[in-house]
């Protein structure tokens, strides 16, 4: 389900994926397809660790990368997830051939 609101996304970001919600800070988003097949990405990484340990260890790693990095940009850019997400951003077909868990591979 989409959700668009300029007040759900922290500033900075365009997009959110909160399963099942996919938050969008302007309804124009809604029709960029890399920006869709991020949060898609985000939405099988959560559903593979059953939603809730994913925010834990998103929150963690982020913590940690946070201490390594002193730095929230480089921290956030350097999260397994994120990584994963960004790399096959571009790739339409990413999630037909993904193997489960793969985001162990950009830890």
């Known amino acids: 389900m989409i959700i668009t609101?300029?007040?759900l996304?922290?500033?900075g970001y365009a997009a959110m994926a909160l399963f099942p919600f996919l938050l969008l800070k302007d309804k124009k988003y809604s029709s960029n397809q890399?920006?869709?097949q991020h949060e898609k990405i985000h939405f099988r990484q959560q559903a593979e660790l059953l939603i809730l340990p994913f925010y834990i260890w998103y929150i963690t790693e982020y913590v940690?990368?946070?201490v390594i990095y002193k730095n929230h940009?480089?921290?956030y850019k350097n999260i397994s997830f994120e990584r994963e997400a960004y790399a096959n951003e571009n790739?339409?077909?990413?999630l037909k051939n993904r193997k489960p868990y793969s985001f162990?591979?950009?830890i």
């Open 34 to 36: 890399v920006l869709l």
């Open 91 to 94: 790739n339409t077909g990413y």
């Open 73 to 75: 940009s480089s921290a």
């Open 9 to 11: 996304i922290p500033k």
């Open 104 to 106: 162990f591979k950009f």
């Open 64 to 66: 940690v990368r946070l």
């Open 5 to 7: 609101s300029k007040y």
